[in-house]
């Protein structure tokens, strides 16, 4: 046995050291971790996405039984291929025997060169965190779509891991350095040193020892010395409950941004242990702490160099500090504290030379602009000065003091609203071992707010602070934020204060008193006003019991566009050392509906925890009022609908719920639903909110049993209720960057229904709604169909209507649209950037057949079913503007039809804005023509703005379609149009009229007016008893002679009040051409114009008698000239110049001007009895050519009774053979004296020469 031992010790002493030397010398050449290398940088990107690439990694061992791993570069890049992470080498080493005891000691771990570079993604993340954000999302994604794998139980390893001690004692970074790059903004912050050495031992304690510089680009700021020691605060590992539902992300603030806001500079030396004392859990500091040379930058103001030093023993620690506002003016504090529990006291000395209030109001003014607070401490000015010298000493129960504190002649003023702050003034003296405050007091906008009182020797206090109805509108407008007051008016308000403190500094007491009156805050808008008649508050403490109440008065909430008021008369609060309790309140929602309010918090000082129910019933006329009058008149409502509520919060949760029922007999909707007809409706909202995260959740419209309670205990309510439209929602992140994971609106089940003001109408509806992403601009998708809507009271019908989101965009598409035989397809495309100024980017309007005719009958039908809307009470002066725009769109009707009017093919472009619809490049077919154009419409004051062409239109269907007048005037037109009207009714639109219409008819033919006999009708030839008897037979002569074809028909109109304008319209015919001017009253059809034409001498040579009179065929002797006729020729002429002759269109091509008349016709009266229009019926002549038959005409005998019907040459002659039988009697030389005077006949030959 004996040799056996001596054996096995020997073969153990041989052993051992053939395996130390193995581990030494053998296991660290014959173990090539470098073959690993494709499984450990799998192992990496497989669980952080992470691409992990090194140098040579080799295993180390030491004589002290440790093991480790040394290795050359490496590098840590992100997936996209940015380096996060570098070093140029890596070593560190574990002590294998503390692995026997369950712990980790790693002994020595030393990295060269380590490089930390961190990117900011657009201001929003950092790039490493968004790497690890969606590992985490990808994990809960996974875990939300198998959710067998979050059900799998952990298997259970040999050791518990949670006992296993880890120590690293000694954590060496060369040359490091660590970067925060903000790429976007083209700045960074670089930490760098020569070397830190770190220690952590197993979550007690940690050090930190190095020397740093902290770099603003390239710029050092802050030089750092640290030594630090500190022991480690237990963190309570609460078990949080994880959704899966919930998008996780980091939060994130811009360290380079805000870095660079202040631009701290300072430079810091510490040395630092610090420890917990085990039992009172007291801090504990030894070490010291030196800050100095520091300031910041405020809004480009630059701070003088301030410190701060700390020297610390235990719980009791010496202070020195200097805070300088400029370079002259500083608060220094310097002294002893010891904050033990056992004896605490203070031995404090403040010291200030004069502070002066303009400095600080700077400084404040520098604060807020950094921070980006918009303010107008630009406008106010300040006086006055702080001045300190004092020193407090007491152990809180003895006090000894000397010294004082002074503010005088301050004042504070804004030169828009005047003195703020004024006659500000404070007297403490700390003389004679008391602290005591005299005659100390301020000027809020001329009202006092009072401070006095002491503290003496033997640390008693008492102390008052009041204030009498302080103005609050003042300090708001001086100090609220800019961005806020131009939003909201705090009208009126004021505060009352009355608080004493008395008693000893360990148990003291303290009462507060206050009293807010007549507050009335309103925003610019005009959406509400928000006001409080009285608000008393009142607390004290008391041997450690707290008592306390609060009444409140006349609350009112209006909302003066709805005229709505929500008022709250009377509400108490009582307040007790531990609960604050809301009594019951009832709340009154316009005239009728009461909602009652009760709640309390339990633990407020501890475990704080709240409940707050609401229960009531809003009468449904007073929710209608909210609604507006507008929209009332298209609901149907009926009854009071029951509402209950509750409220509850306990540390990081929060509970809503709101409930509210409908049934037959108490309701309010705009739409039917069949599906619930017989049965209650139940809405449901449930919100809860946990930390950071809020879940919506069983939540929506419900059904239930007619004849169902509605209960206090809110969840009993959902028992047998059955989902109708279901409300379901998550956002994560609310501390950070508020992210939607899931909000959704369904329809589970297509329903049935009706519009309530059309009692026949029907339809089914479907759909879902579902948003995700950043609350700010979340991305949308789903869709609400409609289906087989019918609403037969305006003869109209759809067969399906969609409104479809994807993302942020939104279409509607209604298919299949018959509105009383006219069909039509509308598509409208916008997305809600553009819809939070109610933009529509597109809408398309399609139809095969539009009935106009038909369709006014179903606006009408429509005009007639829509409820009154109720008149406002006073007529509002202002148009009222359309607010919608549409960006663009375009039309395209196959076929409008109105009448016997078909239009073919009408296409166009349309937009909206500033209530303006364009219709752009019109272009339609229509009566042999086309129409192109721009029209133009102010949908609210009705102008319109036409400028469209038209070609080849048939004159004479357009005529007989349009006006129904038939053989007027046929060709082909062609037009221009420019013009502007205004109004609905024709009045106001003819009234309105203006602009200018250019046409050309061609190769066509006038109706009465195109017909030369017509012009003979005129009133002057009929009334003459020559004329009247011998027109019938010119007529007749004449009537197969075509006057009424023309070659071109064309003309100029102008319109203005109601006229228009003809300038000129003019006609060139074969037989006829025209000249027509005047003008058309369009309101009573009335017309005043003169035509002026020329006629072919083929012509008129057929008139016979009328063309005798024609001034040119007058000095002709022309054979049958009656002489009545000829010596009344000066009444059926008109004296024209040659340049009026001109404006006559010559004849048609061909046609000699030489023989051809012209003549005048003078219309008058009303245009729908073109006969009876014509007044006149002259010729046109020259000036020259008038006077020449006059003289002819004077050389006519003047006929005798009876000879009137004679012919001139007959006159002629009768006066001849007169002239000879008188003659036969008389001698020769009776006649010799006549040879001077020659004789009637020699005189009409002579003139028959000329």
């Given at each position: ?241 994880q959704n899966n539902e919930e998008v996780f992300s980091l939060p994130f603030v811009n360290p380079v941004t805000a870095y660079r806001t202040y631009d701290l500079k300072s430079n810091i030396n510490t040395k630092l242990k610090i420890r917990q004392h085990k039992i009172d859990k007291t801090i504990l500091l030894n070490g010291y702490v030196d800050v100095e040379n520091t300031t910041v930058k405020l809004s480009g103001l630059q701070l003088p160099e301030s410190y701060f030093k700390l020297k610390s023993n235990g719980t009791v620690s010496d202070i020195d500090t200097n805070i300088y506002v400029t370079d002259s003016e500083y608060l220094n504090l310097f002294g002893t504290v010891d904050y033990g529990k056992d004896n605490p006291y203070i031995d404090l000395k403040l010291k200030s030379p004069k502070v002066h209030f303009a400095n600080l109001l700077n400084i404040t003014k520098a604060y807020l602009d950094t921070i980006h607070i918009q303010n107008d401490i630009a406008n106010m000015t300040a006086s006055g000065y702080l001045l300190a010298n004092a020193s407090l000493k007491t152990d809180f129960k003895d006090i000894t003091s000397t010294g004082k504190i002074l503010i005088r002649n301050g004042n504070i003023s804004d030169k828009n609203i005047g003195l703020i702050f004024n006659n500000m003034k404070a007297n403490i003296f700390l003389d004679n071992n008391t602290l005591q405050v005299l005659d100390s007091r301020v000027l809020i906008n001329n009202k006092p707010l009072v401070f006095s009182g002491k503290i003496d020797s033997n640390s008693i206090a008492n102390f008052d602070i009041k204030a009498d109805k302080i103005p609050l509108s003042g300090l708001y407008l001086a100090f609220a934020p800019k961005d806020i007051k131009e939003e909201y008016i705090l009208s009126s308000g004021n505060l009352s204060l009355n608080s004493k ?750």
């Amino acid at each position: 046995m004996k040799k056996f031992f001596t054996i096995t010790g020997y073969l153990i002493l041989g052993v051992i050291p053939c395996l130390y030397l193995a581990f030494l010398f053998y296991l660290p050449r014959k173990i090539d971790l470098n073959t690993y290398k494709p499984d450990i940088q799998k192992l990496v990107k497989d669980n952080t996405n992470l691409t992990l690439d090194y140098d040579d990694l080799k295993l180390t061992t030491s004589p002290f039984l440790e093991a480790g791993i040394k290795t050359g570069k490496i590098r840590v890049n992100l997936p996209d291929g940015s380096e996060v992470l570098s070093a140029n080498s890596f070593k560190g080493k574990v002590f294998l025997p503390s692995l026997l005891l369950r712990s980790v000691r790693i002994s020595n771990v030393e990295i060269d060169t380590p490089k930390l570079n961190i990117e900011i993604l657009n201001n929003e993340s950092f790039k490493v965190g968004k790497v690890y954000e969606d590992i985490v999302n990808k994990q809960r994604k996974e875990r939300l779509e198998n959710p067998t794998i979050e059900a799998v139980e952990p298997q259970n390893l040999p050791i518990d891991v949670s006992k296993v001690k880890i120590f690293a004692p000694s954590v060496n970074l060369k040359n490091y350095s660590a970067v925060i790059d903000d790429t976007k903004a083209h700045h960074k912050l670089t930490l760098k040193g020569d070397k830190l050495k770190l220690g952590y031992f197993n979550g007690k304690t940690a050090k930190l020892k190095t020397e740093a510089k902290l770099l603003s680009d390239d710029n050092t700021n802050v030089v750092a010395k640290l030594d630090i020691d500190t022991f480690l605060p237990e963190l309570k590992k609460e078990k949080k409950f994880q959704n899966n539902e919930e998008v996780f992300s980091l939060p994130f603030v811009n360290p380079v941004t805000a870095y660079r806001t202040y631009d701290l500079k300072s430079n810091i030396n510490t040395k630092l242990k610090i420890r917990q004392h085990k039992i009172d859990k007291t801090i504990l500091l030894n070490g010291y702490v030196d800050v100095e040379n520091t300031t910041v930058k405020l809004s480009g103001l630059q701070l003088p160099e301030s410190y701060f030093k700390l020297k610390s023993n235990g719980t009791v620690s010496d202070i020195d500090t200097n805070i300088y506002v400029t370079d002259s003016e500083y608060l220094n504090l310097f002294g002893t504290v010891d904050y033990g529990k056992d004896n605490p006291y203070i031995d404090l000395k403040l010291k200030s030379p004069k502070v002066h209030f303009a400095n600080l109001l700077n400084i404040t003014k520098a604060y807020l602009d950094t921070i980006h607070i918009q303010n107008d401490i630009a406008n106010m000015t300040a006086s006055g000065y702080l001045l300190a010298n004092a020193s407090l000493k007491t152990d809180f129960k003895d006090i000894t003091s000397t010294g004082k504190i002074l503010i005088r002649n301050g004042n504070i003023s804004d030169k828009n609203i005047g003195l703020i702050f004024n006659n500000m003034k404070a007297n403490i003296f700390l003389d004679n071992n008391t602290l005591q405050v005299l005659d100390s007091r301020v000027l809020i906008n001329n009202k006092p707010l009072v401070f006095s009182g002491k503290i003496d020797s033997n640390s008693i206090a008492n102390f008052d602070i009041k204030a009498d109805k302080i103005p609050l509108s003042g300090l708001y407008l001086a100090f609220a934020p800019k961005d806020i007051k131009e939003e909201y008016i705090l009208s009126s308000g004021n505060l009352s204060l009355n608080s004493k403190v008395t008693g000893e500094i360990k148990g003291i007491s303290a009462l507060l008193k206050t009293d807010l009156e007549n507050l009335v805050l309103r925003d610019r808008a005009g959406n509400f006003i928000l006001s409080n008649s009285d608000s008393k508050f009142v607390i004290a403490n008391y041997s450690g019991k707290i008592f306390g109440k609060m009444i409140n008065k006349g609350f009112l909430f209006t909302l003066p566009k709805t005229n709505s008021v929500i008022k709250d008369e009377l509400l108490t609060i009582n307040i007790d050392n531990k609960n604050v309790k809301l009594n019951k309140s009832k709340i009154r929602v316009n005239n009728h509906s009461d909602i009652y309010l009760s709640g309390n918090i339990k633990n407020y000082l501890s475990d704080m925890e709240t409940e707050f129910r609401a229960d009531g019933g809003l009468v449904v006329s007073d929710i209608a009022s909210f609604i507006g009058t507008d929209a009332t008149p298209y609901l149907s409502m009926r009854g009071t609908i029951p509402i209950k509520a509750l409220f509850s919060t306990h540390g990081k949760r929060m509970k809503v719920i709101v409930q509210a029922i409908a049934n037959d007999s108490n309701y309010i909707t705009p739409i039917k639903i069949n599906n619930l007809d017989g049965k209650q409706s139940l809405f449901q909202f449930i919100l809860n909110k946990n930390d950071d995260s809020i879940k919506i959740a069983n939540s929506g419209l419900y059904s239930r049993n007619q004849n169902a309670q509605f209960n206090d205990n809110l969840y009993s309510n959902m028992g047998g209720a059955k989902e109708v439209v279901s409300i379901k929602g998550m956002v994560s992140n609310l501390n950070t960057t508020p992210f939607i994971n899931l909000f959704k609106i369904s329809i589970p089940r297509e329903l049935d229904g009706s519009i309530c003001i059309f009692n026949r109408s029907k339809f089914t509806v479907g759909g879902h709604l579902f948003s995700f992403g950043n609350l700010y601009s979340p991305r949308l998708t789903g869709d609400l169909t409609i289906r087989n809507l019918e609403i037969p009271e305006i003869q109209t019908k759809m067969r399906h209507g969609i409104l479809n989101i994807n993302n942020r965009n939104l279409n509607i598409s209604l298919n299949d649209i018959d509105a009383n035989g006219s069909d039509f397809r509308i598509t409208t495309q916008t997305n809600f950037d553009l819809l939070q100024t109610m933009t529509l980017s597109n809408v398309r309007v399609f139809s095969r057949m539009l009935d106009v005719d038909k369709l006014m009958i179903a606006s009408n039908n429509l005009m007639k079913s829509l409820p009154a809307t109720p008149a406002s009470s006073t007529a509002s002066k202002t148009t009222t503007n359309i607010p919608v725009t549409v960006q663009r769109g375009i039309i395209h009707f196959a076929k409008i039809k109105s009448g016997n009017i078909v239009a073919d093919n009408t296409t166009g472009r349309i937009s909206l804005a500033n209530n303006v619809l364009h219709l752009d490049r019109l272009r339609t077919h229509s009566m042999g023509g086309s129409v192109d154009g721009n029209i133009a419409m102010n949908l609210a004051t009705t102008d319109l703005a036409v400028k469209v062409q038209g070609k080849n239109f048939d004159v004479e269907k357009v005529l007989l379609e349009l006006a129904n007048m038939k053989d007027t005037l046929s060709g082909t037109m062609n037009f221009s149009t420019n013009i502007t009207l205004k109004g609905l009714t024709m009045e106001e639109q003819l009234k309105t009229l203006k602009g200018s219409v250019d046409f050309n008819v061609k190769d066509g033919q006038l109706g009465p007016f195109g017909k030369f006999e017509n012009f003979l009708m005129a009133e002057n030839l009929r009334e003459n008893a020559f004329f009247s008897s011998t027109i019938g037979s010119v007529i007749t002569n004449i009537a197969t002679i075509d006057t009424s074809h023309f070659n071109s028909l064309y003309g100029h109109l102008t319109f203005k009040d109601g006229w228009a304008n003809i300038e000129p319209i003019k006609s060139q015919g074969n037989v006829m051409s025209m000249y027509i001017a005047g003008k058309i009253n369009l309101l009573d059809n009335s017309a005043d114009m003169k035509l002026r034409a020329k006629l072919a001498s083929t012509f008129s040579d057929k008139l016979g008698p009328v063309a005798n009179i024609n001034p040119v065929n007058l000095i002709k002797n022309t054979p049958g000239l009656n002489v009545v006729a000829a010596k009344s020729f000066s009444i059926f002429c008109q004296s024209v110049s040659t340049e009026e002759l001109k404006a006559i269109p010559h004849l048609g091509k061909g046609k000699t001007e030489g023989n051809a008349t012209k003549f005048q016709v003078v219309l008058h009266g009303d245009t729908r009895k073109p006969l009876k229009m014509i007044k006149s019926f002259k010729w046109l002549a020259l000036d020259s050519e008038i006077q020449s038959a006059k003289d002819f005409v004077d050389t006519i005998p003047t006929p005798a009774e009876g000879e009137e019907g004679m012919t001139v040459e007959e006159l002629i002659k009768l006066k001849e053979e007169q002239s000879t039988t008188k003659t036969q009697g008389t001698t020769i030389e009776q006649l010799e004296p006549e040879e001077s005077n020659p004789s009637f006949f020699s005189k009409l030959k002579n003139k028959k020469k000329k």
